[in-house]
């Protein structure tokens, strides 16, 4: 490679790191505006059993020691991590959500770590989900954002605060940090122990079925027994993940406790690979925390450039919710009382109005930003329209003369007839059947009122809600108000209802010409005219039968006989 070419990848390298700090410190910003309470952003989420090694792995990224060590859970909070690459600096630390205090020496910042963990998490091994920010800055430091959970857990730590539920709470918690698209997902994998059954990739698997957004970290690899080695693993031979695996050799517990420095440990991880002929044939791009941060890097790059469009769509479709909501809520409160009580007009002429436009089925869109409710189903006015209209649907199908049998016509026939001739029927035949079928109506007609004044309850209850969201109690005291109202009226409405019913069955108007017109034949075929037809012990049933009559026309000609009666007789 010439000295052109090589100041070229250079200047070319240059750049690309400095637009991948511009888009990490573009989410950092947004993460600390609160943005991802509402909108997941891009992150890399570090994931793995409690022994696979992922402390190490991650100081190896920052470049520093500054992690808490002990036996047992030693993360017991989210770490999340803001790392800045600042060349000729000194390594700066700082935990922005919980003091603005900066530090430049790694015991302090190990203390710190523990001190807020203990805080919140307690001091007997106890976990929390609630996560720990710590910014970093230095010239060992790459550009990164990413977070280290806990471990996951399967005991619980004799005579600690851990549960006997700590494998559920740990996975659980590793879960709802890597479920969303948007995240990374780095599973540290032990080379040490049977890769189908890590659980960093049985998450990830559960979460990216596809492999599309995990990469794969193996540790440990000098602990494998003799003559075996991850090339298989690497290779994606096993379990294959599309942005692949990275081998890495971390300081070991025995080298943490001699004090062996990253920047060392950096120079025993390159020897270690140079040597061993079976990865000596890999790409480099497999080998090594270097080739590890490269990888971290440019994908969070990719990735935050890929979701950059929704993020911000996202945001936009929020702050205009937001702008909304808080239109919604109208201008500050007054602290004068005269202006207070124009605040409380306002708010009751819009309660009413508001009542009125959803009786009307008007659109009106302070009930459109209730998030609550169905767009689709009906409320209001189309509810109580769907009441009226399904109010004695049952009685309006019904015929009521199919029910009647001919021994109930016959049984009516003898009660009402009395001395009188065969075939003259009295009107109280007629109102003997009929009546009871229209008392049936007052039953339908008064659960009508019911179900009316439930929606009409319902729907105060939802506009005094909307309406005065920013003061409940004087929103309280108007929707009762309200109610007591409607109560007063409902029970108005059910004497109204009761005395209409009972005037309707109280006289049945029979002198409709129409309905004669329609239903009565009084063409009437002549009559036997033997004495022996005359005094005979038949029934009327029978007679009226050999008189051409069925059971249907016979209540028909009742009414119609009955109306020509009382039109002759007021004639």
């Excluded at 505006?33 to 990224?61: C, D, F, H, M, W």
């Excluded at 379990?239 to 420095?261: C, E, H, M, T, Y």
């Excluded at 207070?340 to 708010?347: A, L």
Aim: charged content about 25%; hydrophobic content about 35%; aromatic content about 6%.
């Amino acid at each position: 490679m010439t000295t052109q070419e090589t100041v070229n990848n250079t200047q070319s390298t240059t750049s690309l790191y400095n637009n991948i700090r511009n888009v990490i410190n573009l989410i950092d910003n947004l993460s600390d505006a609160g943005i991802n309470k509402y909108i997941a952003l891009p992150r890399i989420v570090v994931v793995g059993t409690q022994s696979a090694g992922k402390s190490s792995v991650i100081e190896s990224i920052v470049g520093y020691d500054f992690l808490p060590r002990g036996d047992g859970v030693v993360t017991r909070r989210p770490l999340e991590l803001r790392l800045a690459h600042r060349p000729n600096t000194v390594l700066t630390a700082s935990f922005p959500n919980n003091s603005p205090e900066k530090f430049s020496n790694l015991a302090q910042v190990k203390n710190k770590i523990q001190q807020y963990t203990d805080e919140i998490a307690g001091k007997n091994k106890g976990i929390v989900s609630e996560p720990l920010v710590l910014n970093i800055s230095g010239p060992e430091c790459p550009d990164l954002s990413l977070i280290d959970l806990p471990g996951i857990t399967r005991v619980p730590i004799k005579n600690s605060d851990q549960t006997e539920e700590i494998e559920q709470l740990t996975r659980e918690m590793s879960y709802n940090y890597v479920k969303d698209e948007k995240t990374i997902i780095l599973a540290v994998i032990p080379a040490n122990q049977d890769i189908s059954t890590s659980d960093a990739l049985q998450l990830a698997r559960k979460v990216d079925p596809e492999g599309n957004r995990t990469i794969g970290v193996v540790t440990k690899l000098d602990l494998m027994d003799k003559g075996t080695n991850a090339v298989s693993i690497l290779q994606g031979e096993l379990v294959p993940l599309k942005l692949g695996f990275i081998a890495v050799k971390n300081r070991s517990q025995f080298d943490n406790q001699k004090g062996l420095s990253i920047d060392k440990a950096l120079e025993l991880e390159k020897t270690f690979f140079s040597t061993k002929p079976e990865y000596k044939k890999l790409s480099k791009d497999m080998l090594g925390t270097q080739a590890l941060i490269d990888k971290l890097t440019k994908v969070l790059f990719s990735h935050i450039k890929l979701f950059l469009p929704d993020i911000k769509a996202e945001i936009q479709t929020e702050l205009r919710e937001a702008r909304s909501e808080l239109a919604l809520l109208g201008n500050e409160v007054p602290i004068n009382k005269k202006n207070n009580s124009h605040i409380v007009w306002t708010c009751v002429n819009d309660f009413c109005t508001l009542f009125n436009n959803l009786l009307a089925g008007k659109y009106d869109e302070r009930l459109v930003l209730d998030n609550e409710r169905d767009l689709t189903e009906l409320c209001g006015g189309s509810q109580l329209r769907q009441v009226y209209d399904d109010l004695l649907s049952e009685e309006y199908q019904d015929n009521m003369l199919f029910e009647l049998s001919q021994e109930e016509i016959k049984k009516a026939i003898s009660l009402h007839q009395g001395v009188g001739l065969p075939g003259f029927l009295s009107l109280d035949t007629f109102e003997f059947l009929i009546l009871p079928h229209l008392q049936n109506l007052r039953h339908p007609a008064l659960q009508c009122l019911e179900k009316s004044t439930n929606i009409l309850e319902a729907l105060l209850e939802r506009v005094g809600s909307r309406i005065f969201q920013r003061f409940p109690n004087l929103g309280y005291k108007a929707v009762q108000i309200a109610k007591k109202v409607l109560n007063e009226n409902k029970n108005v409405a059910h004497d109204l209802i009761d005395s209409i019913i009972t005037a309707e069955t109280g006289f049945l108007y029979t002198n409709n010409n129409q309905y004669h017109e329609q239903n009565c034949d009084l063409s009437i075929p002549p009559l036997p005219t033997t004495s022996k037809m005359i005094n005979s012990d038949n029934s009327n049933s029978l007679f009226l039968k050999k008189a051409g009559y069925d059971r249907s026309r016979l209540l028909g000609s009742t009414v119609g006989f009955s109306g020509q009666l009382s039109k002759t007789n007021s004639t």
